[in-house]
């Protein structure tokens, strides 16, 4: 499966964006579907995770309570909503399909290191 991250841009702190993750070549459904973020002299961060077995969803403690994830699996997409932007949010976001399907802490400290992911998206809060 290919994945496209898209939707980021410059926001004002407390702002808002929608970032779309879109599958090619095979049906999203059956990987779980992650997001993590690289920012610059940072570690990779695993952000939110939405599984494939029964859709729960796992939320990093830094973005619990501001950030949504969802899939449409009709689509073949996923999207991760984020409110109340903080400057430390400032990232590039990728969207990853993770065969382990089930979202646990460990699958989310570990999104990119078992499925694909493509091209991220840059997110910058900023005043």
């Known amino acids: 499966v290919q994945l496209q991250a898209s939707g980021g841009g410059l926001v004002q702190p407390g702002g808002s964006l929608r970032l779309s993750c879109a599958a090619f070549?095979?049906?999203?459904?059956?990987?779980?579907v992650g997001w993590f973020r690289q920012a610059p002299g940072k570690e990779r961060e695993g952000v939110s995770c939405?599984?494939?077995?029964?859709?729960?969803?796992y939320h990093a403690d830094s973005v619990k309570g501001r950030f949504t994830i969802s899939r449409d699996n009709a689509k073949n997409t996923a999207y991760l909503q984020m409110n109340s932007l903080k400057p430390e949010d400032t990232a590039v976001y990728y969207c990853?399909?993770?065969?382990?399907?089930?979202?646990?802490?460990?699958?989310?400290?570990?999104?990119?290191?078992?499925?694909?992911w493509g091209q991220g998206t840059q997110v910058t809060v900023s005043s």
């Open positions: 990853t399909a993770d065969p382990r399907k089930h979202c646990t802490k460990a699958v989310l400290s570990t999104l990119g290191d078992f499925g694909p």
């Open positions: 070549g095979d049906t999203l459904d059956i990987y779980a």
């Open positions: 939405v599984s494939s077995s029964d859709g729960s969803t």
